[in-house]
């Protein structure tokens, strides 16, 4: 389904671990986040480039999380979509985790969607 609404001029890869922990999350959100980050990711490549999609598990250690208010120690299962897109413009970076946050036209808003999952 991704390589049908990405376009042909964008290189899709997956490196998805194959021993994931399991997380307790709604498969059908999750879904609608990759393809919400893909979309958006399609949309800041117009002449096309690539979308890299990853998955491992991950340790967030004291010395991580006293460097990233919020976050805690523990296990976690990282989802990372990147792309060779234009980026996000730098007034807007500091607005993208607020809730209803709209950083494009009302015509194109999409949504966005940050989870972070523990591990199971």
Do not use: C
Not at 7 to 14: F, N, S, T
Not at 35 to 51: F, S, T
């Amino acid at each position: 389904m991704l390589p049908r609404l990405i376009g042909e001029d964008i290189a899709l890869k997956l490196d998805l671990d194959s021993s994931l922990s399991q997380v307790k999350a709604d498969p059908g959100q999750i879904e609608q986040v990759i393809l919400n980050l893909a979309v958006n990711a399609r949309d800041a490549m117009p002449d096309g480039g690539k979308l890299l999609i990853q998955t491992a598990n991950v340790e967030l250690d004291p010395v991580y999380t006293h460097s990233h208010p919020g976050s805690r120690p523990g296990s976690y299962v990282m989802l990372r979509v990147t792309d060779t897109g234009t980026g996000i413009d730098p007034e807007i970076q500091s607005q993208i985790f607020e809730p209803f946050s709209q950083p494009r036209s009302a015509t194109k808003v999409r949504g966005w969607a940050w989870p972070l999952f523990t591990a199971s």
